[in-house]
């Protein structure tokens, strides 16, 4: 079933075209929440939004990769959007220059409807006039898209968020929406506890999907980007070419991808000390996972 929903989506997905002149970064698995005790998100959106404020002035185009907003948790998203005003408006700056492509995951499958995503994206209520602000008007939400290197058909990268074909959270998400909204929210408010249903807490389900989607690059001879079990992976030189950027939620930083000046890598942001003791935001490439884009292909 996966690897008929990827062949798919590699033959009728969008297109964006790319060269060793491209700067792309992609980042996944925020899960905005409303700001309460099971909001993941708010103890690095600092980090998150310096990093995009970062990629915003250095002429990057921001792809995100599913579960940017956490739908499973909270019903209404206009408090989402409301706590996270300012992410939005800086989303907005990329969209404005057509450097902003949206894809939706299963915590966020609201967006599956495109009509739903601009109707409930469309504006943000400005603080100081308490009007409501026009914004992403150019912003459409997609299941994938597909990077296409240096107009070569043979030579291309699938981004999708990574649920697809799985039992609870693509064929029968709505009863995983419905125990996380219903029972685990409060647990996890009241306890601190972390979602069950998440992969990033089941590595048998990590080690799972790692090798689905290895066999997948394999025999579709395509590359493949995602999110979705929030552990990173960076297929190293010889290997299967299977990228995963990883999460905004872990305990003290975010990671995510880039592709600039013809290099793919892996990248964190995170709280460091500077000079004087002050508290600083910080970028850091991960040891040995960088490589040449025109070595990556086959």
């Known amino acids: 079933m996966l690897k008929k929903r990827l062949n798919k989506l590699l033959e009728k997905s969008d297109t964006l075209d790319i060269n060793d002149n491209s700067k792309v970064v992609f980042f996944s698995d925020c899960h905005r929440g409303v700001g309460d005790g099971a909001d993941d998100f708010a103890h690095n959106q600092l980090i998150y939004i310096a990093a995009l404020k970062h990629y915003l002035d250095k002429g990057f185009t921001y792809i ?11 019903k209404d998203f206009e408090r989402i959007k409301a ?9 907005d700056e990329f969209d404005k220059e057509e450097r902003f492509y949206f894809i939706w995951g299963n915590h966020n499958r609201r967006w599956k409807s495109n009509r739903k995503f601009k109707k409930q994206f469309k504006s ?18 997609r299941e994938s898209l ?3 290197y240096n107009n070569d058909e ?21 009863i995983g929406r419905y125990f996380v909204r ?5 647990l996890q408010v009241i306890w601190g506890l972390p979602d069950p249903t998440s992969p990033a807490r089941n590595y048998r389900m990590q080690r799972k999907s790692d090798a689905k989607y290895q066999e997948w690059v394999e025999e579709s001879g ?15 030189k010889g290997e299967f070419s299977y990228f ?33 003791r002050t508290l600083i935001i910080d970028r850091e490439e991960f040891k040995n996972c960088s490589r040449s884009l025109k070595n990556i292909f086959r």
Do not use: M
Not at 156 to 170: F, S, Y
Not at 222 to 236: C, E, P, Q, R, Y
């Open 154 to 174: 043979k030579k291309k990268i699938l981004l999708v968020h990574g649920h697809q074909g799985e039992l609870v959270n693509d064929s029968y998400w709505w």
């Open 182 to 186: 219903k029972f685990w929210k409060g």
């Open 124 to 141: 943000v209520i400005d603080p100081e006039t308490r009007n409501r602000v026009q914004i992403l008007k150019n912003a459409v939400s």
């Open 222 to 236: 395509a590359l493949i980007l995602i999110g979705h079990t929030h552990k990173s992976v960076f297929s190293l």
């Open 146 to 148: 597909v990077l296409v």
């Open 244 to 276: 995963n950027d990883g999460s905004c939620v872990h305990p003290r930083c975010i990671t995510g991808i880039e592709i600039d000046s013809g290099e793919i890598k892996l990248i964190k942001w995170f709280f460091n000390l500077g000079s004087n």
């Open 83 to 91: 706590e996270y005003r300012s992410i939005f408006q800086i989303f």
């Open 64 to 74: 995100e990769l599913g579960d940017g907003d956490e739908l499973w948790e909270n």
